[in-house]
């Protein structure tokens, strides 16, 4: 077997087809046939196939997919010049090598099969190694776009399936959040996974009868593992499984996660996270953030004007060992207005190389505190118009809560 065989098969990747050199002679002179398979018959690994009446090539061609057309120029029937214009113009043979063949130099015919598509130039009958060797090296390189062709048709059946998985994905995140509810408070939200599935997930629960939960989780980074860790954090605070935590005390849920979720066991994953506890009977909001944005608490009131920022004094959870995490707590009275929400809703890169300013968030949030009017789907439309497309960079996750 010859050494181009042998590379070709050396360098191809694992599953792709393997291309055989195949020949296909168009001359109407079958002595021209008999004289061209003699020159190639010690040729083990070239395949030979010969056409004697032109109006049949191009059918032929469909049916043994050469990697090089030999084909005279002079033949009944059909003109030469023209049967390489069907050749091109046929998608099964557009990109074929084509040697044609004259009896004579000519460079005016030369031209005109080069402009026509003609990869090469051969007076009949050439001397059998300069054939051989144009043979392999136009079909070597066709076969090179084969393959070449067969591996994007791979890569991009593989980025379609990923793009389904991740879809799935998506919406399987989506099916486990919670439904916005009135009871003990009225809840709404929005959640806007970017073009990556992130890692952002949000839920609200009984604790018992007086006290219910509610938290949001960002996950670092993006992708299948981000949003498998959120829905597995989501998932521990929903069954209460972490060992000898109080669950009504926000400091102690916090410290149990960055003890049970270290990053260096997550893939280097580590979250941020704010979590509240309202106790119905005495109206009081305890809550704990690690590495979270500040939820913004807006009071009831004529004077009332800027939002009480609850902070997150903890660092991101699971980045380092934390001794304590300290629950804070605030009085709840009617009409008061909670938001807990992701970085993805206000980190919103403008025109110039810069960011949509904190407090201009706020400010908007601020001034569409209609209690009877959500804002929700208005910032979401706002941020849009910020980022300049439907598409964001990160999660657009934000819980708006009515008390």
């Not at 004697?52 to 120029?73: C, Y």
């Not at 597995?232 to 849920?253: A, E, H, K, Y």
Request: contains cysteine.
């Amino acid at each position: 077997m010859s050494q181009i065989t042998q590379d070709s098969e050396s360098e191809r990747p694992q599953g792709m087809s393997e291309f055989t050199i195949t020949v296909l002679l168009v001359d109407d002179q079958k002595i021209i046939g008999e004289a061209v398979r003699r020159m190639l018959d010690d040729q083990t690994d070239i395949a030979f196939h010969f056409c004697q009446d032109p109006t049949q090539a191009l059918e032929m061609a469909r049916q043994i997919k050469p990697t090089v057309i030999l084909q005279d120029l002079v033949m009944p029937e059909v003109d030469g010049l023209t049967l390489v214009k069907f050749f091109r113009a046929n998608a099964s043979t557009r990109d074929t090598p084509m040697i044609v063949l004259s009896s004579k130099e000519e460079p005016v015919v030369k031209a005109e099969a080069f402009a026509l598509g003609a990869n090469d130039y051969l007076v009949k009958l050439p001397d059998k190694i300069e054939l051989v060797a144009r043979i392999r090296y136009h079909s070597r390189g066709y076969i090179n776009l084969l393959q070449r062709n067969e591996a994007y048709t791979a890569i991009e059946q593989s980025r379609q399936r990923l793009a389904e998985q991740m879809e799935a994905a998506a919406k399987y995140v989506s099916t486990l959040l919670p439904q916005p509810t009135s009871e003990p408070v009225t809840i709404d939200w929005r959640y806007i996974p970017c073009t990556d599935l992130g890692g952002d997930t949000f839920g609200y629960h009984w604790i018992d009868d007086d006290n219910f939960a509610l938290y949001l989780i960002d996950v670092s980074g993006h992708g299948l593992d981000s949003a498998l860790l959120s829905v597995t954090i989501m998932n521990v605070l929903r069954s209460r499984s972490l060992p000898q935590t109080d669950f009504r005390d926000p400091g102690q849920v916090l410290l149990a996660l960055n003890n049970g979720f270290p990053m260096e066991e997550y893939g280097g994953k580590f979250f941020t996270i704010w979590y509240g506890v309202f106790d119905l009977s005495s109206s009081t909001l305890s809550w704990c953030g690690g590495g979270h944005p500040p939820a913004l608490l807006f009071e009831n009131g004529p004077s009332a004007t800027a939002p009480i920022e609850l902070d997150s004094d903890g660092p991101m959870i699971g980045g380092m060992p934390w001794d304590e995490f300290e629950t804070q707590q605030h009085a709840i009275s009617s009409g008061d207005r909670l938001f807990i929400y992701s970085d993805g809703v206000h980190e919103i890169h403008l025109p110039g190389g810069i960011d949509w300013p904190f407090e201009q968030f706020v400010d908007y949030l601020a001034g569409h505190s209609d209690p009877q009017k959500s804002p929700l789907d208005g910032l979401l439309q706002h941020v849009r118009q910020l980022n300049g497309s439907d598409l964001l960079d990160d999660d657009f996750s934000i819980i708006e809560v009515r008390f």
